[in-house]
């Protein structure tokens, strides 16, 4: 007769409750109200507290794993009990970060890079895409079709012209089609913005009317709208290729989720009122902290270090 399991002891139970903060922390939705009730939660008692640096500790020894390589996938296929342990272990390691090592689904996609991290993919047919920091964008060609989906962050695509094989990227509930171009997708919050840099692009999101974007041309569309057509200056727009972040009147949390994308930890905003103030200048990607300065001076906000590597600016 096989006995109970054993009840988890008072350190098990803080344990468990501490992994469930850093999953929560890390799930890229977290909230002002949540770096605030983690606060609370460790000024519990020196236990709360010691539980919760453990757990970030083990994250961050995680995070010193090497990635696995993508020619592992055979053997995972092939041994069930290997696939439901990488699975799990990848799922512990990937959702238990704040920047600094991808999540599952990223080690998981075709292409990805991490926190901080840019860099080129040459494609099958000799388009090339460059990606931003934290993004994850699979690929899906055949002999009839160009398919690929950005799942997270942004990519600048340099389309090669194959009249046979439209070039279409899919992301959030949308396509974009190249018709011979250069253009970029990005995630942004709960929307995604294309930016037309050379040639034309259409867009379509679900059943909404299809829109076409010339050079130096720019949409954002969410679940539930399209914004008008806008004017860019496109070298503006894409110059974190170069490194660079150029601001002109721009939402703060704009700025915020670049930062997030090269800056350990998260920066979180107060208010609504205060992710919509304007900012403007110049940044250096490699140099994020120079940017949460400036915005602290010209903006006249405060950054508090909260647990877990949290920033709020208030």
């Known amino acids: 007769m096989s006995q109970p399991p054993p009840h988890p002891t008072p350190a098990q139970h803080l344990a468990s409750q501490a992994n469930a903060w850093v999953l929560r922390l890390s799930s ?4 002002v109200a949540d770096a605030s009730a983690l606060r609370e939660w460790c000024a519990r008692s020196p236990q709360h507290a010691q539980a919760y640096r453990e757990a970030t500790r083990l994250w961050r ?4 794993l090497p990635r696995p390589r993508r020619r592992q996938r055979p053997w995972l296929l092939r041994s069930a009990v290997g696939a439901v342990a990488a699975c799990l272990l990848l799922g512990v390691f990937g959702a238990m970060q704040i920047g600094l090592v991808p999540d ?10 991490r926190l901080g991290e840019r860099r080129q993919v ?5 388009s090339r895409v460059e990606l ?10 055949s002999a009839g079709q160009r398919h690929l989906r950005l799942g997270e962050g942004a990519a600048v695509f340099h389309v ?9 990227v899919s992301a959030r509930g949308g396509t974009v089609t190249a018709l011979g171009t250069v253009f970029e997708v990005r995630h942004q919050q709960d929307a995604i913005q294309v930016t037309c840099s050379e040639g034309v692009v259409e867009v379509r999101q679900g ?9 130096g041309e720019q949409l954002r569309y969410g679940a539930n709208s399209t914004t008008a057509v806008a004017t860019v200056d496109s070298d503006q727009a894409l110059a974190w290729r170069q490194g660079l972040l150029v601001f002109k009147g721009r939402p703060l949390q704009e700025l915020v989720e670049e930062l997030n994308r090269y800056r350990p930890g998260r920066i979180l905003i107060a208010d609504a009122s205060k992710a919509r103030m304007p900012v403007s200048g110049v940044f250096h990607l ?5 940017a949460l300065q400036h915005i602290e001076q010209s903006l006249h906000l405060t950054a508090v270090q909260w647990p877990a590597g949290v920033t709020l600016l208030r």
């Open 286 to 290: 490699q140099r994020p902290d120079e």
């Open 122 to 126: 040459e494609l099958p047919d000799g």
């Open 132 to 141: 931003d920091a934290r993004t994850r964008l699979d690929v899906d060609f």
């Open 160 to 168: 090669q012209k194959d009249a046979d094989r439209p070039f279409v």
């Open 207 to 215: 059943a909404a009317a299809q829109h076409r974007l010339q050079a």
């Open 28 to 31: 890229g939705t977290a909230t």
């Open 104 to 113: 599952a689904r990223a080690l998981l996609a075709d292409h990805h890079t």
């Open 61 to 64: 020894l995680a995070g010193q």
